[in-house]
């Protein structure tokens, strides 16, 4: 099985992050809000959907070629003809077993991903940071004497 990876955006466009949690996910998400310039009211954190590589459903295709193949060659029209549904469905796990297999030898599974199940959350409101300098701490109020 594989789990979910969560990610969050400043703008509800563009998604930044892969965490294992949409707690953790929202947790960098106020964070970096609180962090930047301009802190946003709204955050958003979405599930990463990992993109399909589109290695299975290729059966039909490459057995129509191969029977046209014979039959331009051959002149034979019935080459494969007649197949089971349950042998197309084998035909083509084993081909998407190759394709996956061949993609990740080569380094080619999509990197990309979309979102979904997106969330929206409120930033909550930053507290300034008391002064490093108590100096300038008001300790009495009155008026000051030498």
Known sequence: MIHPKYAYSLNGEH???SYSTRDEALAAAIDAAQRGEVTPQTVYVA???AADPKAS???R???ANMSARARDEFGDASYLAGLSRQQIENLDKSLE???RGWLEHNELIPVFSKVEAIGQYPVPN???QQAEDD???VHEIGVAGD
Do not use: D, K, Q
């Open 97 to 99: 077993l190759v394709i």
């Open 47 to 49: 599930r990463r959907v």
């Open 126 to 128: 930053s507290f300034t």
């Open 135 to 137: 100096s300038l701490e």
């Open 57 to 59: 459903g290729h059966a």
């Open 61 to 63: 295709a490459v057995l």
């Open 15 to 17: 998604y930044s992050g």
